[in-house]
């Protein structure tokens, strides 16, 4: 997307945040540890935001004492492991000065997770114009842990994508001929398409 940023390997842009790709596409296939990586977070994510979705929407079989504390032990690892890559390329942006989409999911699901984390260990110091009628702080741990997944899945479908993308100019890379047929004092001859120079006839 930003043509103007170059590394030595991989990484992301410090103007988007988006994972640079490679300046030359070689013909045979690499591995995409991004790819991997963000497929593994999206898996774990997804099996604990679903019960915590279920848990804070749908039904609650749990005490009014119990259920924030499951709620807290299923958002943290989603939010601070699976959303770790989103928290670091939010704060290269804050860095680079260069404010972008991962700031935006940085700043929104790290406040909601943190917001009801102090909500859940000291409720007390909460006036109660921030309370329910139940008399419970409001918590918001399901949106932050449902944002980090959808976001995963979304970097999932866009690293997919590019990578399908780059395995179909791989294979038009591959129909490109391996030899030119040179014409030298009159003759024909088959050589390697890298003995190829200027001024050649072929």
């Known amino acids: 997307m930003h043509p103007e940023i170059v590394r030595d390997g991989p990484g992301s842009c410090p103007i988007c945040g988006m994972a640079l790709e490679p300046m030359e596409i070689g013909l045979e296939e690499t591995d995409n540890p991004e790819l ?11 099996a604990l935001a679903l019960p915590l979705l279920v848990l804070t929407m749908a039904w609650d079989p749990l005490s009014h004492v119990v259920s924030p504390w499951v709620e807290l032990a299923l958002a943290t690892p989603v939010v601070l492991w699976g959303g770790w890559p989103f928290f670091e390329r939010g704060w290269e942006s804050v860095i680079t000065r ?10 929104g699901t790290g406040v909601a997770w ?6 859940v260990i000291a409720p007390a110091i909460f006036p109660p114009s921030f309370k329910g009628m139940d008399g419970r702080v409001g918590l918001y741990f399901e949106a932050a842990a449902v944002i980090v997944t959808l976001v ?7 690293l997919r994508a590019r990578s399908a993308t780059s395995g179909a100019i791989r294979a038009l890379l591959g129909l490109s001929p391996k030899t030119a047929r040179l014409v030298r004092d009159g003759m024909e001859e088959d050589v390697p398409l890298e003995t190829v120079r200027i ?3 072929l």
């Open 199 to 201: 001024g050649d006839v």
């Open 98 to 107: 260069r404010l972008n989409m991962f700031t935006l999911i940085a700043i």
């Open 152 to 158: 995963l899945l979304g970097q999932v479908l866009e």
């Open 114 to 119: 943190a917001y009801s984390v102090i909500a």
């Open 36 to 46: 991997r990586d963000m497929t593994r977070r999206l898996w774990l994510c997804a």
